[in-house]
């Protein structure tokens, strides 16, 4: 069995890799240290997927959940780990065959807004991808 100490930096090291930022804990500091230690310091850490493999099926959990709050913070996990926000949108548009229309449709509206977000905190041009 792993160390609790080890699995907690290993978890806390995979959490900044994918978020590119530091776990924060917010209104429940026990959920987050949960959340760290065991699906980051654990699940995420296992052999045979590599990260951008495990946030490609996260998004597309959370996609299909329609958890729009974790659906944003996955849709820029993807994009710091250098996804291209073509391919995060044709995850969300592969979704609509699976998960039903509404279900790509939220998707696709919530990573609009992403985008969005980083363009205008970035001072980018919305026009500039065209």
Known sequence: MNQPSARHERGEAI????FGREPRP???PEFLEITVD???GEIWARPHLSVEERELVALTAVALARTDWELRGHIGA???LGMSREKVVEVIIQLAYYGGWP????GLRVAQ???AELDNASGKDADDDK
């Open 15 to 18: 959490f900044k890799e994918v």
């Open 26 to 28: 917010g209104s429940y």
């Open 38 to 40: 065991h699906l980051f």
């Open 78 to 80: 993807a994009l710091n």
């Open 103 to 106: 279900v790509a449709n939220n």
């Open 113 to 115: 807004e992403v985008f």
